[in-house]
């Protein structure tokens, strides 16, 4: 009994020992497992940091002007790709370079078709050679068919006018150099050629004498003047020049014509001679620069015209001939000439002298073919 009575009390320490012991280890566990759910929260609030991180790492929407780009951030590593913010993209931002990671591709892929398209528009056809054909052409002035030997020769001055413009429309010729055209047969000629320009009839008498005329579907004018010469007696006379611009090529060239005075009133070689001189130094001034030269013209001399004008300029006829190591003419040679500079190429000289041209005037038609070759820079057409 009383081991009984000895056992009883240390029964119960023993079971309040084991209640005790219990109790401590259900409070370390939820102690640990309170420790395991907030190491769980602070693992989730590292991952947002870090996308949020990224996200404020991207270009801003509104992009730098400086003329470096920015430099295109990593993606995170993450099991779906974030989206980037949209770019708004300025006009004076430089290109992006093309990453390793193609990130820019298509950026770059649109730079490259717009300096495609730039290129194509810069790029502008080759130049063109300039060919035309030009008339040296005495249409004999009405006042000289009014009466007398020509007048029984010839029609009128207004019909023989209809003549010359039928010849201007039938050689197909681009610019012509008239001489001895008076009023009667230019308001013909100006009803009968609507769409040629004309230098010369608004200047009166004399300089309408040697008026320049020219298709306006092949050349406009950039600008005219004229030159005194003298003619009979000494008298002087205004002879026009103009710069004219053929439409199709661009090309500038200089026309002047001229009517050096005949013997019909006097021997006047000493004023033919005075105005050799004074044209071989309009030549010279012209075509200074490189622009092309066209002389046409009754000179009324042949060899004694050609020789000094081929000698001293770089005028060539268009029916051939030189002056280099003395004067060579050419085999025919009339009165009436057309020359030219280089670079001008005549590839035909043609001299008209039957058919309507016998009834219009008792000059010849020379007509002549010339060709331009384009310039090596289309920019020095002049």
């Not at 050419?330 to 057309?338: E, L, N, Q």
Request: glycine letters at 8%.
């Amino acid at each position: 009994m009383g081991k009984h009575a000895l056992d009883t009390p240390r029964a119960t320490l023993v079971g309040t020992v084991s209640v005790g012991v219990a109790l401590v280890v259900v409070v370390a566990l939820f102690a640990v497992l309170g420790q395991r759910a907030n190491a769980g929260g602070s693992t989730t609030d590292d991952v947002s940091d870090a996308a949020a991180s990224t996200a404020v790492s991207d270009p801003p929407t509104s992009p730098s002007t400086s003329s470096t780009p920015s430099p295109t951030p990593s993606a995170p590593q993450t099991s779906a790709p974030t989206q980037r913010p949209q770019r708004t993209e300025r006009t004076d931002e430089p290109s992006a370079p093309r990453t390793s990671d193609g990130t820019d591709g298509q950026k770059v892929g649109s730079d490259r078709s717009l300096a495609d398209r730039v290129e194509d528009l810069a790029e502008v056809p080759p130049p063109s050679p300039t060919e035309f054909r030009v008339t040296s052409l005495n249409i004999l002035g009405h006042s000289h068919t009014v009466s007398g030997p020509r007048a029984r020769r010839y029609p009128s001055g207004p019909t023989r006018a209809g003549f010359v413009a039928q010849l201007i429309a039938s050689w197909d010729v681009d610019v012509a150099g008239l001489q001895e055209l008076q009023a009667p047969q230019w308001g013909v000629l100006a009803n009968r050629l609507p769409n040629w320009g004309h230098y010369g009839p608004g200047f009166g008498r004399e300089v309408m004498a040697n008026s320049i005329i020219w298709d306006t579907r092949v050349w406009e004018l950039v600008e005219g003047s004229t030159v005194q010469i003298p003619y009979f007696g000494g008298n002087r006379r205004a002879m026009p020049y103009v710069l004219l611009r053929n439409l199709a090529s661009g090309q500038q060239v200089w026309f002047a014509n001229f009517h050096n005075p005949a013997d019909a009133h006097g021997p006047a070689q000493r004023w033919r001679k005075a105005a050799t001189a004074i044209q071989i130094q309009l030549a010279n001034n012209l075509g200074a620069d490189g622009t092309p030269v066209v002389f046409t013209g009754d000179f009324n001399d042949r060899e004694q015209y050609f020789c000094p004008i081929v000698a001293n300029t770089a005028l060539e006829a268009s029916q051939g001939g030189s002056a280099d190591g003395g004067c060579a003419p050419p085999a025919k040679m009339d009165v009436d000439w057309i020359f030219g500079s280089p670079p001008i190429q005549f590839t035909q000289h043609i001299r008209v002298i039957d058919g309507l041209i016998d009834r219009t005037t008792d000059h010849p038609m020379i007509v002549a073919d010339a060709f331009i070759p384009p310039p090596l820079d289309s920019d020095s057409a002049s």
